[in-house]
């Protein structure tokens, strides 16, 4: 799955300027994404799109709020993302609206606790749903991981 949303992400400017999901779905066969992993990614990106909508009303949250993390969450994000969270609402990189719907998306995400490398990616591509205007060392420390470049 995130293999494709970080091809989505190289692809395509805006979430805009991709194509329906019918016609997604085949460039991504095409382009050698096995059936399965383009599944998710489009249903991931589905949810993210209901996700925004929920989150809408968000927005007059105070920038200044405390996100306290269920144990669930706590869980199921890890140690990595939750630090990593941290660090962008403290820099100023993500606001509470999109913490939220960076959380939802990470919660929807299969695996658990999620690494440094895949909260990275979904916190690109809500930033790149929402057209966000992002920072570039922030944006250098999305597109990179201690050990590897992420992208291509």
């Avoid at 920038?63 to 144990?71: C, L």
């Avoid at 941290?86 to 929807?108: C, K, N, Q, W």
């Amino acid at each position: 799955m995130y293999d494709v949303l970080v091809y989505l992400f190289e692809n395509y400017y805006t979430p805009e300027s991709c194509p329906s999901a019918d016609v997604l779905t085949k460039r991504l066969m095409a382009a050698g994404f096995e059936h399965d992993d383009i599944d998710d990614a489009i249903g991931w990106l589905f949810g993210l799109a209901e996700s925004t909508e929920k989150c809408v009303e968000l927005t007059s949250m105070s920038d200044s709020s405390t996100r306290f993390y269920t144990p669930a969450e706590q869980q199921h994000l890890g140690v990595a993302a939750l630090g990593f969270l941290s660090f962008l609402e403290y820099s100023g990189a993500v606001a509470p609206p999109l913490r939220e719907i960076i959380i939802d998306r990470a919660m929807a995400a299969p695996e658990a606790p999620l690494s440094l490398q895949h909260i990275k990616i979904i916190t690109l591509m809500v930033l790149w749903s929402q057209e966000a205007e992002i920072d570039h060392l922030i944006l250098e420390e999305l597109v990179t991981d201690d050990e590897e470049k992420l992208f291509h």
